[in-house]
């Protein structure tokens, strides 16, 4: 099988501008993006917006605006916001795009055709927040868990997808698949909820009450609900059905959510997709949530926090190391300024910066900025070079594991330990005695070949710093082309080149005064 990856974030709903929510999603897509890249894999990866329904209805009305015009502003938001934070996605999908709705459309029919799709009437618990109705067992004390309110009773005619036939299908299906949902945990969520029995789906809206949607192909009465318009975005923007980008990267789709959407993608979207004759992605990766002072965080409460606000007062790389390094994938984590603020000082600053600063500045003092050709490899050398080996091979096996965290302590190991083995061969007593040249210049050439595999290691999670180390060390080639086959072997610096100083990668920075908002 050819190497190839497709990763997707969900598409953004449009009644509400960016916060690190959307930016930890849509990071974490680009960081596996750009480590399958470095390991050879043709990549496509898919961020987008998601432009229909009654809140982007109403949010317009509220700012005087079409809903489509409403639409247009606050995607554009986020379409602009991502190359602000180095995320390189293929391409960019609107809920509103002509070729979006046909597929839609397409779909529609065909699970109409199969007869999976049925009139009837329906009475539920509907949250109007949520544009979705609840079942009582899903209700917390008689409350919308998201907006703690008592949903309406309401009663309309409306099309339903047959989604209880797929019940056994699916369970089969996740009981087989391993990997499919994870972590573990949202998998034995999913199963437990399965055991249940599954209610068929409402998939429409009457036109008279929503407006602003996808007409039923089969009634133009309605238009269709969120889901079968929001979930096809996956295989319209790889052009289903007959589209080369269908055919080479669904078979590889990887989707990346917060947990409040794992219904929708781990029960409706496989079921959809097998009603319509279409085979389930191959894994929905489940993260949680980032919680603001161990509260979650939510306009009412006005914790909202804006990631080019840090990116401004931090820098990119800080941020997107943060994220990264502080959140367990799958678990909830904490934001704190205090956090970011300690892991700059600690592990950028003082560890990675340092490391760089001292290497470089001791091959310019000693070498005149040439990197030397070194000796034979000392026992300390060897140790030095197993554990760069080996770090090397854990990020790769972390990475496939969705433990960035893992990766990046297992990367840090390294730098600790070349920061170690300067202190213990103290290349600035051997610079005094003038025999031990020779072995000066293997022991900054050693230092030199760790920071470049730890150029590569890190380049996905720190895009700039990466590249930033890679010039520094004298390396020619450019990083973006390196595979991460090369932290595979040693010894790959260019004797003869320069290296080359310059201020300190991440200056040292203030605690925050006061915990609180960044900005
Ligand atoms: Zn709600």
């Known amino acids: 099988m050819s190497k190839r990856f497709y990763i997707t974030t969900p598409i953004y709903y449009v009644n509400d501008v960016p ?19 470095q390991s050879g894999f043709e990549t496509f990866f898919l961020t987008g917006t998601d432009e229909h329904g009654n809140k982007v209805l109403q949010a317009a009305e509220t700012a005087g605006k079409s809903p489509k015009a409403y639409a247009d502003e606050i995607s554009a938001l986020f379409r602009d916001l991502w190359p602000q934070l180095d995320v390189s996605n293929d391409y960019f999908i609107r809920t509103t795009d002509e070729n979006h709705r046909k597929v839609v459309q397409l779909i529609l029919q065909k699970v109409h055709d199969t007869g999976d799709l049925y009139f009837g009437e329906y009475g539920g618990y509907y949250c109007f927040g949520c544009e979705r109705f609840y079942t009582q067992g899903e209700l917390v004390d008689g409350k919308c868990p998201d907006h703690q309110k ?32 994870r972590p573990e945990s949202y998998r034995n969520k999913i199963l437990s909820f399965l055991q249940e029995p599954l209610e068929d789906l409402c998939i429409s809206r009457p036109k008279a009450r929503l407006s602003w949607g996808i007409p039923l192909p089969f009634d133009q009465d309605y238009v269709t609900y969120v889901w079968f318009d929001a979930l096809i975005n996956y295989i319209s923007a790889l052009d289903y059905p007959s589209g080369d980008a269908f055919q080479k990267f669904w078979p590889v789709a990887h989707h990346l959510i917060a947990k409040d959407i794992l219904i929708p993608h781990a029960i409706y979207w496989p079921t959809m997709l097998q009603a319509a004759g279409i085979p389930p992605y191959q894994k929905l990766n489940v993260h949680g949530y980032w919680n603001i002072k161990e509260s979650k965080m939510s306009k009412s409460l006005g914790n909202i926090i804006r990631p080019l606000d840090v990116k401004e007062k931090y820098g990119l790389d800080c941020f997107r190391y943060f994220m990264m390094r502080e959140m367990t994938f799958g678990l909830d984590s904490n934001f704190s300024e205090d956090a970011l603020v300690q892991r700059i000082n600690s592990d950028l600053a003082n560890d990675l910066g340092n490391l760089l600063s001292r290497t470089v500045s001791m091959v310019i003092r000693y070498f005149g900025g040439r990197v030397q050709s070194p000796g034979p490899l000392e026992a300390i050398d060897a140790a030095l070079r197993e554990q760069a080996l080996s770090a090397a091979r854990e990020v790769e096996v972390f990475m496939g594991e969705m433990a960035f965290n893992k990766a990046l302590i297992s990367t840090w190991k390294l730098i600790a330990k070349v920061n170690q083995y300067l202190d213990q061969t103290a290349p600035w007593s051997l610079a005094k005695a003038k025999k031990r040249e020779r072995r000066l210049a293997s022991i900054l050439y050693n230092a030199l070949e760790s920071l470049r595999i730890i150029a590569i290691l890190i380049f996905p999670v720190m895009p700039q710093t990466g590249i930033e180390i890679w010039r520094r060390i004298g390396l020619e080639a450019q990083l973006q082309t390196q595979e991460f086959s090369q932290t595979k072997s040693w010894g790959q610096c260019a004797i003869g080149s320069t290296v080359e100083g310059g201020k300190a990668l991440f200056p040292r920075v203030e605690a925050p005064k006061a915990e609180g908002q960044v900005g």
């Open 19 to 37: 916060h690190i929510g959307h930016a930890y999603t849509t990071i974490v897509a680009d960081v596996l993006n750009r480590f399958y890249r």
């Open 150 to 181: 008592e949903p309406q009773f309401i009663k309309e005619k409306n099309y339903f997808f047959r989604m209880s036939k797929y019940q056994d299908w699916l369970a089969t299906y996740i009981e087989e698949h391993e990997d499919f949902i």
